[in-house]
């Protein structure tokens, strides 16, 4: 069975960083895409960031030049480098593999 592990989350200032991870067990990580998503109440979750199995990234628009995605295929696990980060970036953050995600990790941006 497919299982997603984030941590990292946690409580930071404003222009601040965090680095989430993801780590996914019970499948061939190296072969598929992965997406960092984000929540905050009442609101769907949105898409942030999505790496392809070959390495390839993108961002969503509000966060580019702040956050960069990575993955590790050695170690199953991929990453959300967060830099900079602004208030409007808080939100329970989580990652989707297949059609599976991860519990979520919070992060608060405040000061």
């Known amino acids: 069975q497919v299982q997603l592990v984030e941590s990292g989350g946690g409580l930071v200032q404003p222009g601040g960083s965090l680095r989430l991870s993801c780590v996914v067990s019970?499948?061939?990580?190296?072969?598929?895409?992965l997406g960092w998503y984000r929540q905050t109440p009442g609101n769907e979750r949105e898409l942030v960031a999505a790496i392809t199995s070959s390495g390839k990234s993108n961002v969503q628009e509000a966060v580019v030049g702040r956050f960069t995605i990575s993955r590790d295929n050695a170690k199953s696990t991929s990453y959300l480098e967060m830099n900079t980060l602004k208030p409007e970036d808080t939100a329970v953050y989580y990652c989707?593999?297949?059609?599976?995600w991860g519990q979520g990790t919070q992060v608060t941006v405040s000061s």
């Open positions: 989707r593999f297949l059609n599976y």
């Open positions: 019970g499948s061939n990580f190296a072969l598929y895409s």
